[in-house]
Each structure stands twice: as C-alpha cells, then as structure tokens.
C-alpha cells in the first residue's frame, strides 16, 4: 500500500493554486475562458478547503486532549508546590 504524503499534496496543490491565480491575473485569459477544464481547478480547491478544514479539527482535537488532560495535571503539581507546608 503507498503511503500518504502529505507534504506533497500540499506543494502540489499549493503549485497548482498558484498556476491558476497567475492564470487569472495575467495575460492568459484567453486561455483561460477557453479552457474547458474548469471543473479540475474547482476540484482542486475543494481538496484544499478540506484539508483546511480537517486540519482544523486536528487542532481543536488535539488542543482540547492537552487542555483537559494535561493542564489539569500541571495546574493541581504547581497547587500542590506552593501549598507546601514543610511537613514530610
């Protein structure tokens, strides 16, 4: 099975946006209005917004583990250290 780069789904996708957004502003408009392969750039910018978009869950996801897990363990030990009271 080949595994999943995602590093180059990135560049390729951040290639192929770039192509379009120059296609766009520049001379090539001709082209680009004759160009009958539109739906592959609204499918490449979907891919992209997906990929935003899980990247964002993954965020969250991950903020909320650390939030719940490990500031909780970290707050109680810096609660714990300054309450000390000499005693053993």
């Known amino acids: ?7 180059a ?4 996708s951040a290639r192929k946006l770039s192509r379009f957004f120059r296609r ?10 004759g160009d009958e392969r539109g739906e592959a750039y609204i499918g490449e910018a ?6 935003v978009v899980i990247g964002a869950l993954l965020l969250t996801l991950i903020y909320s583990l ?4 490990v500031f909780t363990v970290v707050s109680q030990k810096i609660r714990d250290l300054f309450s000390y009271d000499g005693t053993p």
Request: hydrophobic letters at 50%; aromatic letters at 4%; glycine letters at 6%.
């Open 1 to 7: 099975m080949k595994a999943f780069n995602l590093a």
């Open 9 to 12: 789904v990135i560049e390729t």
């Open 24 to 33: 766009l502003s520049g001379g090539d408009r001709e082209t680009l209005l």
């Open 46 to 51: 979907v891919k992209i917004l997906i990929a």
């Open 66 to 69: 650390i939030k719940n897990e």
